[in-house]
T-cell receptor, first 115, second 115 residues
């Protein structure tokens, strides 16, 4: 069975500081991995996804993530935090081939950015 | 293109009632998935429909059901509402049937409160 663990339910950074949100996955098949962001009272927006084409994936708003198979990790980073990055971030894994679109989400990490 | 729309956005019901939520996917998208988001359980997959057929189902009781119409619009129904059904219900659509690596685009959600 697939699962996702996000380390740290709350992360706080200063504006301009590095953002690092951690995600580890468990999967018996090569995974497809996603990071989504959720702003208050909104749905989820895709930041980036890994589908085995390249291990370093660049997304929107300056975010990127690196797939590390040996560490079963897919951490999300951004070099310089902006106040507008304050939101909740979800890492997710999908079941993969077979015609399914089921996403399994981590518990989420709430990012706070302070001046 | 218009995004995923969900109606209604907010709903208040009492225990024992039933409720129907609606989701209109992005034009051309044939897959619609539903998720439940609660503070305690996080984001959980309910079911996925593709070409009017339920293709995958999560671990929810039979009180939760859904359907998809020929225009890809989808509805989900919850019968005999319980307090624990209070949640944000998110709908997501994606384009193709290969599954897994397709980006899912989320709607803003329907917030259901059961009293």
């Amino acid at each position: 069975a697939q699962s996702v663990t996000q380390l740290g339910s709350h992360v706080s950074v200063s504006e301009g500081a590095l953002v690092l949100l951690r995600c580890n996955y468990s999967s018996s098949v090569p995974p497809y991995l996603f990071w989504y962001v959720q702003y208050p009272n909104q749905g989820l927006q895709l930041l980036l996804k890994y589908t085995s084409a390249a291990t370093l994936v660049k997304g929107i708003n300056g975010f990127e993530a690196e797939f590390k198979k040996s560490e079963t990790s897919f951490h999300l980073t951004k070099p310089s935090a902006h106040m507008s990055d304050a939101a909740e971030y979800f890492c997710a894994v999908s079941r993969g081939s077979g015609g399914y679109n089921k996403l399994i989400f981590g518990a989420g990490t709430r990012l706070a950015v302070h001046p | 293109k218009a995004g995923v729309t969900q109606t209604p956005r907010y709903l208040i019901k009492t225990r024992g009632q039933q409720v129907t939520l609606s989701c209109s996917p992005i034009s051309g998208h044939r897959s619609v998935s539903w998720y439940q988001q609660t503070p305690g359980q996080g984001l959980q997959f309910l079911f996925e429909y593709f070409s009017e057929t339920q293709r995958n189902k999560g671990n929810f009781p039979g009180r939760f059901s859904g359907r998809q119409f020929s225009n890809s619009r989808s509805e989900m129904n919850v019968s005999t509402l319980e307090l624990g059904d209070s949640a944000l219900y998110l709908c997501a659509s994606s384009s193709a049937g290969t599954g897994g690596l397709e980006t899912q685009y989320f709607g803003p959600g329907t917030r259901l409160l059961v009293l």
